[in-house]
């Protein structure tokens, strides 16, 4: 009779140990529990890991992409880009000879010794200027109906940010004031303007005054 007592007491007490042990979160082989404490670190299931990795890629994101600095710096297309400091916190991409300037922040992503160009915009997304300002250039006279864009002509390249919301863009505005020649007789000055797209160098607008058709541009 004393040894059932004995037995049951000892079953009555494994119980007890193993079921306060459930409560705690103990890990024990064979029982199906898992430790809180070594959930929250990682341990175990590849969370810690996972984490890991991802701080380490973000880490390398930003040493790979940072503020563009004046210098040259060699394009995706194999172009040189110049990269001046102007006043007033203004910056000027200059390629073969047409330059833009910009007050955005460019940043810069070095992929295998070439530099891509990019910049965040105010909606929050990011956009590469994938056209140079010697292409936009040629682009807006084409759409213009000009034949050059001299600085010291009255033409002014920027690239800038254009559109609202979700339509924001990076763009290059090319404005330009000719002289023209109003139905071929009277002398007049006429500004025109074109947007075009940076990323994919389409023409986002094009203006002109309405009586534009009835100007000829001055060769004078």
């Given at each position: 009779m004393k040894k059932i007592l004995l037995s049951l007491i000892v079953c009555i007490l494994m119980c007890s140990l193993v079921l306060a042990q459930g409560q705690q979160g103990i890990y024990e082989p064979g029982t199906g529990i898992e430790?809180?404490?070594?959930?929250?670190?990682?341990?175990?299931?590849?969370?810690?890991?996972?984490?890991?990795?991802?701080?380490?890629?973000?880490e390398t994101n930003l040493q790979n992409q940072q503020r563009v600095r004046e210098g040259s710096y060699m394009g995706e297309g194999g172009q040189q880009m110049m990269i001046q400091e102007k006043a007033n916190n203004q910056m000027q991409l200059k390629v073969?000879?047409?330059?833009?300037?910009?007050?955005?922040?460019?940043?810069q992503k070095q992929v295998q010794n070439k530099t891509?160009?990019?910049?965040?915009?105010?909606?929050?997304?990011?956009?590469?200027?994938?056209v140079m300002p010697n292409t936009a250039s040629?682009?807006?006279?084409?759409?213009?109906?000009?034949?050059?864009?001299?600085?010291?002509?009255?033409?002014?390249?920027?690239?800038?940010?254009?559109?609202?919301?979700?339509?924001?863009?990076?763009?290059?505005e090319i404005k330009v004031q000719k002289q023209y020649r109003f139905l071929g007789l009277f002398k007049t000055k006429m500004q025109v303007q074109a947007q075009v797209d940076?990323?994919?160098?389409?023409?986002?607008?094009?203006k002109k005054p309405w009586w534009a058709f009835l100007a000829s541009e001055s060769e004078e």
């Open positions: 430790n809180p404490e070594t959930k929250e670190a990682g341990q175990g299931t590849g969370r810690g890991l996972e984490v890991d990795t991802q701080n380490q890629g973000e073969n000879g047409v330059s833009a300037n910009y007050g955005l922040n460019l940043t891509k160009l990019q910049v965040k915009l105010s909606n929050g997304k990011n956009a590469e200027i994938k040629e682009t807006a006279l084409q759409s213009l109906r000009l034949k050059n864009c001299v600085e010291e002509e009255g033409c002014s390249i920027e690239l800038k940010e254009v559109g609202q919301g979700e339509q924001v863009k990076v763009a290059y940076a990323e994919n160098g389409e023409v986002i607008q094009s």
